[in-house]
């Protein structure tokens, strides 16, 4: 009797198997679930110190207008802070502070208003006679229902903090009835 002998080539398997797939996935499933509520801090966090450097830059702004554009009175609005003096193309706030009266940034809506002092003068960037105002009052309120960190200013150049909005209550000049101040 005569042996046929078959040879069978076995080739080398490339890639990976279904089951390394799995596991793969189910290690990326793990991390995720233990990174994605850190990444939701952190971007409140982030969003937190966005709004307090918008609230120092609009007293910065403030000041600068009153020093040098408003005769010692205040800017009623962010709009106002936004037209920049004649002659000169330089605004006292940046753009993304002052396209409106109300302005949504980094997760918080923040707003300014001064009350018309009738025998204000007239600003070098056409605010009108009697529209500046002697003091004025910002506030900046999260977006997010879970964040608790209001914060407002006026013309006393303080930021305060508090867990309930500020624009209500905040003087145009002195600390508000709730809140501390941010050192």
Request: charged share 10%; with cysteine.
């Amino acid at each position: 009797m005569i042996e046929q002998t078959r040879q069978v080539t076995v080739r080398p398997a490339n890639g990976f198997a279904l089951i390394d797939l799995v596991f793969v996935c189910g290690i990326i499933g793990v991390l995720s679930s233990i990174a994605l509520p850190r990444l939701g801090v952190a971007r409140q966090a982030a969003g937190t110190s966005s709004a307090i450097g918008s609230m120092r830059a609009i007293n910065s702004a403030e000041l600068a207008f009153a020093f040098s554009c408003g005769s010692g009175f205040y800017a009623p609005s962010l709009t106002t802070l936004g037209t920049p003096p004649v002659g000169t193309t330089e605004p006292f706030i940046t753009t993304a502070l002052s396209l409106a009266d109300t302005v949504t940034k980094s997760g918080y809506t923040f707003q300014l208003s001064g009350t018309p002092y009738p025998g204000a003068p007239a600003s070098c960037n056409g605010l009108a006679v009697g529209a500046a105002a002697q003091g004025f009052r910002a506030a900046g309120d999260p977006l997010a229902p879970g964040n608790l960190r209001f914060f407002g200013t006026n013309a006393s150049n303080t930021i305060v903090e508090d867990v309930a909005t500020l624009y209500a209550t905040m003087p145009e000049y002195g600390l508000p009835p709730s809140g501390h101040p941010l050192h």
